[in-house]
Structure formats: structure tokens, C-alpha cells
């Protein structure tokens, strides 16, 4: 039986376990291996913590293939053993390098098995797990640091559970804040064109794979930033801040629900449930919210219904009389960002091999652009092409390749997410990054098997469109290069070296270039599993 308990069930980034264009071969009895409770805990325990973000916590599939036991068993184990060891060039890593071979053993043991099912969390439980650890009355009418903080950046120490906070003007860290486990993403109030907020960028809040939700204030001393805390899941991904940073809103994997809190005091407020009936008309119990988003040009945010295949515009002006238009796409709906204008939210549909628009004035689909495998642009980039002016971009998990579409409606409707031109990288990556003041653009490759490829960033000349350098990040085994962000200014190119097989020492590092020259500048070290970095200022203004 899942235990409430456990703290970390959450997902990492890595695409788990995928079984694509693998050949079957029947198990010894068509049955699964026998497991003790132990051995079962141990491998419900990696599951959630490895696999379940692309697979699903019932093991129904997403981004990753379907892992139920009628399919799992027919593999057999020592087929899936090889997968978990290996990986695939489809877009899951290899878990050598960070599961030892017992533990692979294990999993392709656990995976033959019947998936738990995990229990609800009830808004009563919430708020029993709501604390405040510094009382608004208390919080500083001003910066108690003398710091820049509109250029720190706040990089997510994956497996220890904490955020660091780094000033980018010194490179001092400047604090180590625990959270919630395997935090996926950060978020402060984001710049909305109707509404205004005092300070933006101050507050933080911060979202773990395990549900768990803090409040940052970046004006404390680093030993009070931490300043409340929510659990509002077991399993979740996203965030974000209202316009007017009245309301809070997190999206869960598991349950499968969105929950919007009191942003000042992270008290939990209203529970809404994300299962409902796809856009095939199927019912669907394990409908996950992935990215949510708020709208710069409405008093909305947009959550994405995974597995459902729509965008819900949640409309927060009235909570108690609460609007959602359900717009239908395609599957599986996962992380995306808005074009310049802040008018169209352009979002990967993994499964769909499809990038998809949402325009969020008139609420309705406003476009859907076939790309290649597995979509993934993480937080996005936009930025002029010399032949089809504005134009957004995507790598991929399932293929090495940039793909990059016009987004400028209004100014160049003929180029309008269509596509623009391609750039064949490496291997498949999970972040693409710019800046308005970079000549280039970085993706990472961070999703091939091959250590030379994985550990490696690519660097494109927005002009001539091809691949002018690439950097090796790392040689050591176990080690990736992932996730690029721009100073303020735009003129550091911030990357991560992700120490997987080492993720709980402070092994990590993030190595900093000059944006022009392409040459190292400087390396923050004594990072615990350093992934993703997001500065202040561009963050909250929308630079991508």
C-alpha cells in the first residue's frame, strides 16, 4: 500500500524505461517474477523517483511507452534489464551510470507487477501540512543584503531537495534552501500587461516532485528566505503566480488535480479535479497537469491537461464562481512558452509530435505544427530569423534535432507556425535557450545515451542557421551537460554539469560562458545535482 509518508515520490527528469521499436520475447510463464514486500518498496521507491513522470503513476504511458504488466511481461526479463541498462536513441537515457545492477535487476522485476494504485489528498490535509516560518507581518520593507538580487539566479539541487540561490553578479552561492524533493520549477510573479505588482520578482515559489511547495522571499538573509510551505500533492510539476500575486496555483501529477492557494500566506483554497474526457472521448482517472502558466494579457492561467489532450483556461478573477474554457488540442500536452507578444502560449504535445498555440485572448486553438519526436522546448526561445522574422523554437526528446517555426502573426502571417527551417544536432536534447542581445541560440543534448553526445551543448548562429560550436561540459562517467540561461544582461550563457551517478554530494557544477566569444568565463562549484538555473529579471519579464 503507497504510504501518504513517502516524501519522495516524484519524478526525475529522465524518460524512463521507454520499450519503442524493442522486439518482444515472452517471458518463461507468462507471469511476473516473484518480489518480497521489501523488494517491492524498494522498486515502487525508484519508480516514482525515476520513471513515473513519462510513464504515468499507473503506468498507462505519456510521454513514455505503456508499462503495464501485459506488455512488461511479454518482454521478459533479461529484454528489460538491456532497456534500463542501455537506453534507447528514442529519447530515454541510459541508467548505468546511475543504478547499480542490482537495483536494474529490480526494476525490470517491478515493472512485470501490478502498479499501485496511490491515495487522494484532500484539501484538509493540505492545510494540515501548511507552514508559515516567517509571518508576512514580519517580512522586510526592503532588501536585507545589499545584493542585486534582480540578477541572482535560483538553480534547482535536484536530488537533496533544496534550491540554491547564486548572486550573478559576485558568483557567491549565496544559499542553500530546502524544498521539496527534485524540484521541477520556480516561478515569481511574471510581467502581466493589465495588472501590476510591487517588486516583482521578490517572492518565489517553488515546486518539488513530490508536491511540496515553498515561498521564497529573495529580500531576507539566506536563513530566512524560506518563508512558508504546502504540500498540495504527492507527485506534481508546476507553478505559478496570478497577475495581481494574489493567488498561487499547483498542478498535480498525482492526484490529478490543480490546487490554488493564498499567494501571502500559502494557505490552500480551492481543490479542482483535472479527470475528465480526452479528445478521443475516453475517460481518463490519471489526468495529469503539467505546465501552468499565467497570461500576460488576461486574468487567467492556462494548465495543461496532460493526458487529456487540452488546455483549461482557468479564468481567477472570481474563485468562487470559477470559469474554465477546455480547450481541445492534442496529446500528450507538457511544457511550452509564450511568443513575444505574450498572446500565444506555444506548447509541446509529446505523443502528437506536434507543437501546439493556444491564442489566450480569444481562448481557442489557434494553431497545431507537426515537428518531430517527442517535442520538448522546456522554457522556450524565441528570436528574429533573418528570412521569416519572429520565430520560436523546440528540441527534441525523441531525435537530435532543432525545429524552428514563425510565430508573428500580425507581421508575418505567411510565415505563421509554419515551419521555418530545421537543424539536425547531435542527439535529442531537453532545453533550447536565447537572449534578444545572443547571436545564438544553445540547445542541450542531454537525452542521448552516448556520454561524448550527452555530456555536450550545441551552439546555433541565428543568422547562418547552422551549428557553430560544440561544448563538452564534463568527461566524467555518469555526469550531462543540461540547461542553459542568460544573465540579465545577456551577456553569460550559465550551463549545468548534472552529476547523476553523484547527485548527493556536492559535485555539481555550472560553468559560465561568454555569450559572444563562446569561451569559458567562470565555474560556481559545490552544487549538489545543479539542473535547472532561472534568473530574476529575465524570468520575470518573459526574455527568452
Not at 516532485?209 to 506534481?236: C, I, N, S
Not at 532545453?431 to 561524448?452: C, G, L, M, N
Request: glycine share 8%; with cysteine.
Amino acid at each position: 500500500m503507497f504510504k501518504t509518508k513517502l516524501r519522495t515520490s516524484a519524478l526525475s527528469m529522465a524518460v524512463g524505461l521507454a520499450i519503442s521499436g524493442m522486439a518482444t520475447t515472452a517471458g518463461a510463464a507468462n507471469q511476473a517474477p516473484k518480489m518480497t514486500d521489501a523488494e517491492f518498496e524498494k522498486g515502487k521507491t525508484i519508480y516514482f523517483q525515476r520513471c513515473a513522470g513519462c510513464h504515468g503513476t499507473l503506468r498507462k504511458g505519456a510521454t513514455g511507452k505503456n508499462l503495464e504488466p501485459k506488455n512488461t511481461i511479454k518482454l521478459g526479463q533479461k529484454r528489460l534489464e538491456k532497456i534500463i541498462t542501455y537506453g534507447t536513441e528514442g529519447g530515454m537515457n541510459n541508467f548505468d551510470d546511475i543504478l547499480s545492477k542490482d537495483e536494474i535487476t529490480l526494476m525490470a522485476k517491478y515493472i512485470q507487477q501490478e502498479p499501485p494504485i496511490p491515495p487522494e489528498m484532500p484539501l484538509k490535509l493540505m492545510k494540515e501540512r501548511h507552514k508559515v516560518y516567517v509571518d508576512p507581518k514580519d517580512y522586510p520593507t526592503k532588501p536585507l543584503h545589499g545584493r542585486n538580487w534582480k540578477n541572482f539566479f535560483l538553480v534547482i539541487e535536484r536530488d537533496v531537495g533544496k534550491i540554491a540561490v547564486i548572486d550573478g553578479d559576485t558568483k557567491e552561492i549565496v544559499a542553500h534552501i530546502p524544498t521539496g524533493y527534485a524540484v521541477h520549477v520556480l516561478k515569481a510573479v511574471e510581467h502581466h500587461k493589465g495588472m501590476h505588482v510591487d517588486n516583482p520578482g521578490r517572492f518565489w515559489y517553488v515546486m518539488g516532485r513530490d508536491g511540496m511547495m515553498t515561498k521564497v522571499d529573495l529580500w531576507q538573509t539566506p536563513d530566512k528566505m524560506k518563508v512558508a510551505q504546502t504540500q498540495v500533492a504527492y507527485d506534481a510539476r508546476d507553478v505559478a503566480v496570478s497577475g495581481d500575486g494574489k493567488y498561487v496555483i499547483g498542478g498535480g501529477y498525482w492526484p490529478p488535480h490543480f490546487v490554488i492557494l493564498d499567494a501571502l500566506t500559502m494557505e490552500p483554497l480551492k481543490v479542482v479535479s483535472a479527470r475528465g474526457v480526452n479528445v478521443d472521448g475516453e475517460y481518463v482517472n490519471e489526468s495529469r497537469v503539467a505546465a501552468v502558466y499565467d497570461t500576460p494579457l488576461a486574468p487567467s492561467w492556462l494548465v495543461s491537461m496532460k493526458e487529456l489532450g487540452q488546455m483549461w483556461q482557468v479564468d481567477y478573477s472570481d474563485l468562487d464562481n470559477l470559469q474554465v474554457t477546455m480547450i481541445n488540442s492534442a496529446k500528450y500536452l507538457h511544457d511550452g512558452f509564450f511568443d513575444p507578444t505574450g498572446r500565444y502560449f506555444q506548447i509541446a504535445a509529446n505523443a502528437s509530435n506536434k507543437m501546439v498555440v493556444i491564442d489566450t485572448v480569444e481562448r481557442k486553438l489557434e494553431a497545431m505544427i507537426d515537428v518531430d519526436k517527442k517535442p520538448h522546448p522546456g522554457p522556450g526561445a524565441n528570436w528574429i530569423d533573418p528570412k521569416c522574422g519572429p520565430v520560436g523554437g523546440t528540441t527534441h526528446l525523441g531525435v537530435g534535432k532543432v525545429t524552428v517555426w514563425g510565430n508573428d502573426p500580425k507581421g508575418h502571417p505567411d510565415q505563421a507556425w509554419k515551419i521555418c527551417y530545421e537543424v539536425e544536432t547531435d542527439g535529442p536534447g531537453v532545453f533550447i535557450r536565447t537572449h534578444p542581445k545572443s547571436q545564438y541560440v544553445w540547445a542541450d543534448q542531454t537525452k542521448h545515451p552516448d556520454p561524448e553526445v550527452q555530456q555536450s551543448i550545441q551552439v546555433i548562429d541565428k543568422k547562418t542557421r547552422e551549428i557553430v560550436k560544440t561544448i563538452r561540459l564534463t568527461e566524467k562517467k555518469g555526469y550531462a551537460a543540461v540547461h542553459i540561461e542568460f544573465n540579465a544582461d545577456g551577456s553569460e550563457v550559465w550551463t549545468s554539469v548534472w552529476n547523476r551517478a553523484d547527485s548527493k554530494k556536492p559535485n555539481g557544477e555550472i560553468i559560465i560562458f561568454d555569450a559572444k566569444t563562446l569561451k569559458e568565463k567562470a565555474r560556481i562549484k559545490g552544487l549538489y545535482a545543479p539542473t535547472g538555473k532561472f534568473n530574476v529579471y529575465n524570468r520575470v519579464n518573459h526574455v527568452t
